[in-house]
Nanobody, 126 residues
Framework: QAHLVESGGGSVQTGGSLRLSCAAS????????MGWFRQAPGKEREGVAA????????YYAESVKGRFTISQDNAKNTLYLQMNSLKPEDTAMYYC???????????????????WGQGTQVTVSS
């Protein structure tokens, strides 16, 4: 497993921007995929964006396409989520996830991942 620490959450108004960061450490071999998930109160955890670390293929939820961008800095072992044009419905706890094992699941599914950060809160007010 990997140790993941998120940062960058906060409170913004509608239309604002935030950039989340996720620093990965303490993994023994490699990370195959990384993703951002979010969970609002009373709702299931949903995939927001994901990236295959080798090749950089990205995936996005329909609700964030064109507004959010996932990226990675391999030298810093850091994952980012740039969030623009934020909406109140983006309000949630955001979690970083990493897959250090190969699991046959969608990169947008929590089942793909075996390592999770503690979460960072994003609140968008209207």
């Amino acid at each position: 497993q990997a140790h993941l620490v998120e940062s960058g959450g906060g409170s913004v108004q509608t239309g604002g921007s935030l950039r989340l960061s996720c620093a990965a450490s303490e993994y023994s071999y490699r990370i195959y995929d990384m993703g951002w998930f979010r969970q609002a109160p009373g709702k299931e955890r949903e995939g927001v964006a994901a990236i295959r670390t080798a090749g950089g293929i990205t995936y996005y939820a329909e609700s964030v396409k064109g507004r959010f961008t996932i990226s990675q800095d391999n030298a810093k072992n850091t994952l980012y989520l740039q969030m623009n044009s934020l909406k109140p419905e983006d309000t949630a706890m955001y979690y970083c996830a990493a897959a250090t094992q190969i699991k046959y699941a969608s990169p947008m599914s929590p089942a793909k991942y075996n390592s999770w950060g503690q979460g960072t809160q994003v609140t968008v007010s209207s």
